[in-house]
């Protein structure tokens, strides 16, 4: 687009587990009932424009702003089960906004 301005498309494949508790469950007789495992796996698309500066010295500061999807493969959203039957449901589509900001170092020879 320009020397400073860029537009990017940073597709990856995130995988993670979270551990929820449910702390109004404490009537609960089995204590796991309120403790979940999640499991997730998505597929990360951003569109991200990155402004950066021009060289000063060694160092190039920049900074990058823009949206981004999430598409959650184990998402069980359209699953009829509930929380009771031990299913946990999470939306299948996630749209976010994202902002950085970095530095860039190089070296004196380039």
Known sequence: M???LNLRLEPGLVSNTKKIVFNHLTN????QDSIREIGSTYLHVPFVFKFST????????YILG????????SSNEKNQ???SAGEFRMKTHNFMYE???RCRFLLVLF
């Open 66 to 73: 823009g949206v981004s999807y999430d598409y959650n493969f």
């Open 28 to 31: 609960s007789s089995i204590p």
């Open 81 to 83: 089960e509930d929380n």
């Open 54 to 61: 021009n060289r000063y010295k060694n160092i190039r500061p």
């Open 2 to 4: 320009h020397k400073n």
């Open 99 to 101: 902002d950085r900001s």
